[in-house]
C-alpha cells in the first residue's frame, strides 16, 4: 500500500483545512487509517484512526470535537476535516495504514506510512 497525503498549507488561527491522504494498492477496507503529526522539535503523535469500515472513530483528546476522520473505501481515500485551527496545530500531517481492525488504533505501529503534508496555523 502506498500512501499520499496532500491538502496542507497555511491557515490563519480559527481557521479550517481537509487533508487527504489516497491510497494506491489492493484492499484498501482491509485497512485501519490512521493520521499522525509531528510537529519541530517534537515526538510524533497520533491524531486519529478510523475503521476499516469507517463505523469507529478515534480521536486523540487535543482535537476532539474539531477534527473529524473519514475514509471512502470506493475511492481508497481518507480524510481528515480540522476545524478551528490551533497554532499548536500546526505539524507535518502523514496518514498511515494498519492492516486489520484493532481495538486500541491510537496505539499500534502501522504497516505502511505515507509522505506528509504541511500545516501552519498562524496566531
Known amino acids: 500500500v502506498q500512501l499520499q497525503a496532500s491538502g496542507g498549507g497555511l491557515v490563519q488561527a480559527g481557521g479550517s483545512l481537509r487533508l487527504s491522504c489516497a491510497a494506491s494498492?489492493?484492499?484498501?477496507?482491509?485497512?485501519?487509517m490512521i493520521w499522525f503529526r509531528q510537529a519541530p522539535g517534537k515526538e510524533r503523535e497520533y491524531v486519529a484512526a478510523?475503521?476499516?469500515?469507517?463505523?469507529?472513530?478515534y480521536y486523540d483528546d487535543s482535537v476532539k470535537g474539531r477534527f473529524t476522520i473519514s475514509r471512502n473505501n470506493a475511492k481508497n481515500m481518507v480524510d481528515l476535516q480540522m476545524n478551528s485551527l490551533k497554532p499548536e496545530d500546526s505539524a507535518v500531517y502523514s496518514c498511515?495504514?494498519?492492516?486489520?481492525?484493532?481495538?486500541?488504533?491510537?496505539?499500534?505501529?502501522?504497516?505502511?506510512w505515507g509522505q506528509g503534508t504541511l500545516v501552519t496555523v498562524s496566531s
Open positions: 494498492g489492493r484492499s484498501f477496507s482491509s485497512y485501519t
Open positions: 498511515a495504514a494498519r492492516l486489520g481492525d484493532t481495538a486500541q488504533p491510537m496505539g499500534v505501529v502501522p504497516d505502511y
Open positions: 478510523i475503521s476499516r469500515g469507517g463505523g469507529r472513530r
